[in-house]
């Protein structure tokens, strides 16, 4: 069965957005150093876990995080289902895109999610999403991709993670170029 995981970037000091984070500025002032690892060369760590990411079956993304990248236009990591969490119904620019199903239930989502993602893994995006799934013992995996900058304030990916305590089995630690440092956990409940 797929694990679920979440990929995501943050600075040492616990920030995956920097201060005045809008639509408009997605990620924050200075938020965009987080992703600068993305776009690596040939070969090295940091393609291996861009690799990983990629080849997911499935995506578990928050509305917050799918309607201001418009939806990855439909088409993310090859055209996989998109399961996005959202009180709010789909919005009107999203109802052609035939990959994308919007729903509140996280437990259906996540369900539906594995079984589409059949032996790949699931990726989950966004912090909320992250916090609520790990509340409803749905979350697999957290992978960290450690990011040698402090922002100082902005927003942090366990804000509102709540109770009770989770301990984190530590997967692997993989040394990326630039000082990036990919850190994989999975989550015992």
């Known amino acids: 069965m797929a694990n679920t995981v979440l990929y995501m970037s943050m600075?040492?000091?616990?920030?995956?957005?920097?201060?005045?984070?809008?639509d408009e500025n997605?990620?924050?002032?200075?938020?965009?150093?987080?992703h600068e690892w993305v776009f690596p060369p040939e070969g090295g760590a940091?393609?291996?876990?861009?690799d990983e990411f990629m080849s997911t079956g499935a995506v578990i993304a928050g509305?917050?995080?799918f309607e201001p990248a418009e939806g990855w236009h439909?088409?993310?990591?090859?055209?996989?289902?998109?399961?996005?969490?959202?009180?709010?119904?789909?919005?009107a620019w999203a109802r052609d895109m035939s990959a994308v199903?919007?729903?509140?239930?996280?437990?259906?989502?996540?369900?539906?999610?594995?079984?589409?993602?059949?032996?790949?893994?699931?990726?989950?995006?966004?912090?909320?999403?992250a916090q609520r799934a790990i509340a409803a013992a749905l979350l697999d995996e957290i992978?960290?991709?450690?990011?040698p900058v402090l922002l100082a304030e902005g927003r942090?990916?366990?804000?509102?993670?709540?109770?009770?305590?989770?301990?984190?089995?530590?997967?692997?630690?993989?040394?990326?170029?630039?000082g990036v440092t990919h850190l994989r956990y999975r989550i015992r409940y």
């Open 156 to 178: 942090r990916l366990f804000e509102h993670l709540g109770s009770p305590r989770r301990e984190l089995e530590r997967i692997r630690v993989l040394p990326g170029e630039d």
């Open 143 to 147: 992978e960290i991709h450690l990011i």
């Open 26 to 34: 997605g990620l924050g002032d200075g938020g965009s150093r987080l």
């Open 101 to 129: 199903h919007y729903t509140n239930d996280i437990a259906a989502a996540f369900r539906d999610a594995r079984q589409a993602a059949g032996d790949k893994d699931v990726l989950v995006h966004g912090a909320a999403t």
């Open 74 to 91: 439909g088409d993310h990591h090859g055209g996989v289902p998109i399961w996005v969490l959202s009180r709010r119904p789909m919005p």
């Open 46 to 50: 940091n393609a291996q876990i861009v």
């Open 11 to 22: 600075s040492l000091d616990g920030f995956i957005a920097g201060p005045n984070e809008t």
């Open 63 to 65: 509305r917050g995080t």
